[in-house]
């Protein structure tokens, strides 16, 4: 079992930046591929950008690439989503998750980002 918990999220205006963090319990944290996703009201869960397991390969969608950035610190359990210049359309809760055995198993609870404009 794994538990994760994001946090992070909040009101920015357009161009502004937020970072969210999910920290991660209940299994060996350092093993996993980890990923985060997004979805708004209405629409189907989509995803934003995944890490391995040692943060040495990260892969982001084309909607995010080079505004936002993936990364961890196995060492405080935790998986970061730095994301810059924002966009209304980044509005989203976005959710993280560990992948077990190819899939995505365990999710958080998700966190709200709301982007102004």
């Known amino acids: 079992q794994v538990q994760l918990v994001e946090s992070g999220g909040g009101l920015v205006q357009a161009g502004g930046s937020l970072r969210l963090s999910c920290v991660a319990s209940?299994?060996?944290?350092?093993?996993?591929?980890m990923g985060w996703f997004r979805q708004c009201p209405g629409k189907e869960r989509e995803f934003v950008a995944d890490?391995?397991?040692?943060?040495?390969?990260?892969y982001y969608a084309d909607s995010v690439k080079g505004r936002f950035t993936i990364s961890r610190d196995n060492a405080k359990n935790t998986v970061y989503l730095q994301m810059n210049i924002l966009k209304p359309d980044d509005t989203a809760v976005y959710y993280c998750?560990?992948?077990?055995?190819?899939?995505?198993?365990?999710w958080g609870q998700g966190t709200q980002v709301t982007v102004s404009s």
């Open positions: 998750a560990v992948v077990v055995r190819g899939a995505y198993a365990y």
């Open positions: 890490i391995n397991w040692s943060g040495s390969s990260t």
């Open positions: 209940g299994r060996t944290f350092s093993r996993y591929d």
